[in-house]
């Protein structure tokens, strides 16, 4: 099987512009999880979503917000962006709750 | 509240040694633990879980963990460290009613030759 997949690997933005981030779960599962991981917060839960609603939410501003599709791929959106913002974004896929949580190679995202 | 402890930043172990990592954590449920690598530039890997049953797991590349309820922790142990295993490595729980893992600051283990 396929891993999951993040597009793009790298992305270089200005503040005040916004971005979207892809992800692609592994198949067959529904589950699609975000993390936000910088060296002073560490690894942090954004948001999770499961047959496309939001299931559970991180504690991050609303500039943070991500859908997901019937195909299970999902998108996070970052709008109006702050040099704080730079970060590796993983996503994680899973068949459902209460099961392991398989990671993509994430998103590098440098905003200057 | 709900986090996870890993209380060495930094451990350094000779190639052939055994490596001990330790993890604790304070969750109000019945926790589901995990250890997870990273290396430079790379998303997380799945080393091994915990969701109920025999307390001492079995997971990738010759890594174990043992669950002790009663001093919540979930150390990480490997009989033999071999060069390969540097990285930096993760601990985090989570539930069995949801996907939002919370991960430990990460130890960062290095490996001399």
């Known amino acids: 099987k396929a891993g999951v997949t993040q597009t793009p690997r790298y992305l270089i933005k200005t503040r005040g512009q916004q971005v979207t981030l892809s992800c692609s779960p592994i198949?067959?599962?529904?589950?699609v999880s975000w993390y936000q991981q910088t060296p002073g917060q560490g690894l942090q839960f954004l948001f999770e979503?499961?047959?496309?609603?939001?299931?559970n939410k991180g504690n991050f501003p609303g500039r943070f917000s991500g859908r997901q599709f019937s195909n299970s791929r999902s998108e996070m959106n970052v709008s109006t962006l702050e040099l704080g913002d730079s970060a590796l974004y993983l996503c994680?896929?899973?068949?459902?709750?209460?099961?392991?949580?398989?990671f993509g190679p994430g998103t590098r995202l440098t905003v200057t | 509240a709900q986090s996870v402890t890993q209380p060495d930043i930094h451990i350094t172990v000779s190639e052939g040694a055994s490596l001990e990592l330790r993890c604790n954590y304070s969750?109000?449920?019945?926790?589901?633990l995990f250890w997870y690598v990273q290396s430079p530039g790379q998303g997380l890997q799945l080393l091994l879980k915990?969701?109920?049953?025999?307390?001492l797991v079995q997971g990738i590349k010759g890594f174990e963990a043992e669950f002790k309820r009663s001093q919540s922790s979930f150390n990480l142990r490997k009989p033999s460290v071999h060069w390969s295993d540097a990285a930096e490595y993760f601990c985090?729980?989570?539930?069995?009613?949801?996907?939002?893992?919370?991960f430990g600051t990460g130890t960062l283990l290095a490996v001399q030759p």
């Open positions: 985090a729980v989570g539930g069995g009613a949801t996907n939002k893992l919370i």
């Open positions: 198949s067959g599962h529904r589950s």
């Open positions: 979503y499961f047959s496309e609603t939001q299931r």
């Open positions: 915990y969701f109920s049953g025999d307390t």
């Open positions: 969750y109000g449920a019945t926790p589901y």
């Open positions: 994680a896929s899973s068949r459902d709750s209460g099961y392991e949580q398989y």
